[in-house]
């Protein structure tokens, strides 16, 4: 897919081709880390953050043992994005990037994982063909109800928590190693629980029960002292530092992510929590009635921006949103605008055009708000428009297909 950028508003666009500068980072650069599991002293490579307030990373030459596990948890893909992402987020308040290198998590195994999310006395399953181990994991989620059918069993024992996420957090030790200096935790729990149930006659169903948020929410708070000990019985994570993390997932089609609604930092060496503190994110869809609730003066804004766009194609357009609040405040704003059919290449770049125009000239949201558009159609994007507070106007990409 080509791409074409150009500045909001203006008609003649310019081609450009993407170049690797200087300013890419050296994938020679090396550091040593200490081995986990032998203590001996291996090579690995830090990639440089993105910018100040980012953290850099550790690139292990070898594979992640659970890498891309998380899909077997939480069932909406911006769930998973928004548990990592959300993850490092939260955790620069504990380990802060000055001082902090990040790695994805080296400690808990898939065993450790579904020793967390199986249910009580559920047999383990090989991921590769489906079959059971033979062997019973003492899992944390309900066991199945003793009487019904297969699919009311499920449905009559929900299970909670879906997933359990590791990122370490590594630091510079005088000898110009890099060692372990905290873990962040966050644990997963299901708004709605949705599964797939195989009856006796080897037929497959979908189930999806809504859960009481508040129940789910007390579930979680009154089992993170066992999740807590049994990351603390883990080889190498006895003594170091946890930030530990409660978030709720979306519901399985949802339009937005769920939102971490709990955090704790545990001492070296402690198993104890001492307290949880209220996280304040909210994930919320314009237009919708929780926006036009708790977010009155936003819902407005968006709908008066819907209305402008419309008027281009009042028929063939549709415009939806997603804002991220921490504590009661707008901290990205993201739109989607679809357009049934565009007829030609000129026909996009007159209708971005357009959309920059308003975004720079009668944009009612804050102007310190990050805004990017989506123009797409169907699933195809079209075109890209950007804001951030330190531009004067939009930037817009145009693709080409």
């Known amino acids: 897919m080509k791409h074409q950028k150009m500045g909001a508003a203006v008609a003649v666009v310019l081609s450009l081709q993407l170049v690797l500068s200087g300013c890419w980072f050296n994938t020679n650069t090396t550091s040593k880390v200490v081995n986990k599991h032998t203590g001996k002293t291996e090579t690995a490579r830090i990639v440089p953050g993105s910018g100040k307030g980012e953290y850099q990373m550790m690139r292990p030459l070898a594979n992640d043992t659970v890498r891309g596990y998380i899909q077997y948890g939480a069932t909406n893909l911006s769930d998973s994005d928004q548990l990592e992402t959300g993850l490092m987020d939260l955790s620069k308040s504990v380990f802060s990037p000055n001082q902090y290198v990040f790695q994805t998590g080296q400690y808990l195994d898939v065993t450790t994982i579904n020793s967390f999310i199986y249910r009580q006395g559920q047999k383990q399953t090989n991921l590769q063909n489906g079959q059971s181990t033979g062997k019973t994991l003492s899992g944390m989620n ?43 935790i966050a644990v997963s729990l299901n708004s709605v629980y949705s599964d797939s149930i195989t009856d006796s006659k080897g037929l497959i169903h979908q189930i999806s029960v809504p859960l009481n948020r508040a129940k789910v929410r007390a579930w979680g708070e009154a089992h993170a002292p066992q999740i807590l000990q049994r990351i603390r019985s883990v080889k190498g994570l ?10 709720m997932t979306a519901a399985p089609n949802a339009l937005v992510s769920g939102d971490f609604f709990a955090r704790t930092t545990v001492g070296a060496g402690s198993s104890t929590i001492g307290g949880w503190t209220t996280v304040d994110n909210h994930h919320v869809v314009f237009p919708s009635s929780a926006a036009s609730s708790a977010y009155k003066a936003d819902a407005g804004r968006f709908n008066s921006f819907r209305s402008a766009v419309q008027k281009y ?15 009661g405040t707008l901290k990205q704003l993201t739109m989607n605008i679809n357009m049934n059919k565009f007829r030609d290449q000129t026909e996009i770049i007159g209708f971005t055009n357009y959309v920059a125009n308003i975004v720079n000239n009668s944009f009612s949201f804050p102007r310190d708000v990050p805004v990017q558009i989506n123009i797409k159609t169907g699933d195809v994007q079209n075109a890209l428009i950007e804001r951030r507070a330190s531009m004067n106007n939009a930037f817009v990409s145009i693709y080409q297909h």
């Open 142 to 184: 309900p066991p199945l109800a003793k009487s019904g059918s297969a699919v009311k069993k499920a449905q009559s024992s929900p299970k909670y928590i879906n997933y359990v996420l590791e990122q370490d957090y590594l630091k510079k030790t005088g000898g110009g190693k890099y060692t372990l200096g905290g873990v962040s």
């Open 238 to 247: 006895g003594q170091v530092p946890i930030f530990l993390t409660l978030y």
């Open 313 to 327: 194609y009042p028929d063939y357009i549709d415009v939806v949103g997603s804002g991220f609040y921490q504590n």
